[in-house]
């Protein structure tokens, strides 16, 4: 079946530091990826994905590449801002329909 | 281009009631899906409409139903509620012309309360 397994969190992080929210997954197929992140009292936004193996995902300076050799996705982001701080939730979507199966989020705070 | 819109954004209900929500996709795109979303349980898939017909569905109980209108647009209505059914419920839109995958876009959301 098709599942994603995302690092646990909060995760604390101070300004300018170098963050990594691990994604690992297992789909049947070939899955595409996804980023997204969730802002307090907010629906879920797009930050990024790629759609097959050894694509890199990127947008406002945080990077993901899809391996198909460890099944996994991870997030990174060389420079945190406080601005960052939100919930991220890694997603696959299986080719074989367009149901999407999410990781249970990653917690994150930058502090200044 | 206008994003996905809820309605309403907040409401509270008593148990054993039963809800309405809507939502609103964006323009051309023909596929609606519905997601809970609670502290415990995370984002969980409750069905995806396309052009009027349910074509996924995830495993929620009967009282979770939904329809799609012919401009896209769709509902979820929820009957008997319970105190478990607390939760935010967030609809995603997305072009989806054919069975292959496509990027969804979220709504803000409708945060239903049960008392």
């Known amino acids: 079946g098709n599942s994603v397994t995302q690092m646990e969190g909060p995760v604390t992080l101070s300004e300018e530091a170098f963050l990594t929210i691990n994604c690992t997954y297992t789909?049947?197929?070939?899955?595409?990826l996804f980023w997204y992140v969730q802002y307090p009292g907010e629906g879920l936004q797009l930050l990024l994905k790629a759609t097959k193996a050894d694509d890199k995902g990127s947008n406002k300076g945080f990077e993901a590449t899809y391996r198909k050799e460890t099944t996994s996705f991870h997030l990174e982001k060389g420079s945190v801002q406080v601005s960052d701080s939100a919930v991220y939730f890694c997603a696959l979507s299986s080719n074989t329909g367009n149901q999407f199966y999410f990781g249970t989020g990653t917690s994150l705070t930058v502090i200044p | 281009k206008a994003g996905v819109t809820q309605t309403p954004r907040y409401l509270i209900k008593t148990r054993g009631q039963q809800v309405t929500l809507s939502c609103s996709p964006i323009?051309?795109?023909?596929?609606v899906s519905w997601y809970q979303q609670t502290p415990g349980q995370g984002l969980q898939f409750l069905f995806e409409?396309?052009?009027?017909?349910?074509?996924n569905k995830g495993n929620f109980p009967g009282r979770f139903s939904g329809r799609q209108f012919s401009n896209s647009r769709s509902e979820m209505n929820v009957s008997t509620l319970e105190l478990g059914d607390s939760a935010l419920y967030l609809c995603a839109s997305s072009f989806r012309d054919s069975v292959s995958t496509d990027t969804q876009y979220f709504g803000p959301g409708t945060r239903l309360t049960v008392l």
């Open positions: 409409y396309f052009s009027e017909t349910q074509r």
């Open positions: 789909a049947t197929g070939y899955p595409s």
């Open positions: 323009s051309g795109h023909r596929s």
